[in-house]
C-alpha cells in the first residue's frame, strides 16, 4: 500500500522558517518523483516543487524561487521542503505526491496523495 506522510507544518511568523517532511512507503522510492503542492482556502492546488529521485531534477514555482529547497534522502524514503523567508501567501495546506519517473508541477498527474499538513504564516 502506497502511503504518503507530510509534517512539519505549524504556525510561523513572516520571515521564519520551516522544514516540511514527506515519508513514503510501498513503492521502489528511487524510480519516483515527489512534488510539494499547496491549496490555500478558496484558491485551487497549485504545484510548490518537485524532485526525481532518477536523476534529482527539481522544478520550482517562481514564486518559491529562492526561498525553498526540495531534497530527497533515498535512504530513509523521504523528501523535504526547507521553507525559508516565508509569507503569509505561503499559507496552505501543503501536500507531497507521487509519480513514477519525472516530476512535474501539475498536481493531476500524480497518483499518490499524502493527506497534508497545515502551514500558517503569521504577518
Known amino acids: 500500500e502506497v502511503q504518503l506522510v507530510e509534517s512539519g507544518g505549524e504556525l510561523v511568523q513572516a520571515g521564519g522558517s520551516l522544514r516540511l517532511s514527506c515519508a513514503a512507503s510501498?513503492?521502489?522510492?528511487?524510480?519516483?518523483?515527489i512534488g510539494w503542492f499547496r491549496q490555500a482556502p478558496g484558491k485551487e492546488r497549485e504545484g510548490v516543487s518537485s524532485?526525481?529521485?532518477?536523476?534529482?531534477?527539481?522544478y520550482y514555482a517562481d514564486s518559491v524561487k529562492g526561498r525553498f529547497t526540495i531534497s530527497s534522502d533515498n535512504a530513509k524514503n523521504t523528501v523535504y521542503l526547507q521553507m525559508n523567508n516565508l509569507r503569509p501567501e505561503d499559507t496552505a495546506v501543503y501536500y507531497c505526491?507521487?509519480?513514477?519517473?519525472?516530476?512535474?508541477?501539475?498536481?493531476?498527474?500524480?497518483?499518490?496523495w499524502g493527506q497534508g499538513t497545515q502551514v500558517t504564516v503569521s504577518s
Open positions: 524532485i526525481s529521485n532518477i536523476d534529482g531534477s527539481t
Open positions: 505526491a507521487a509519480r513514477a519517473w519525472s516530476g512535474s508541477l501539475v498536481p493531476d498527474i500524480y497518483g499518490y
Open positions: 510501498g513503492f521502489t522510492f528511487d524510480n519516483y518523483a
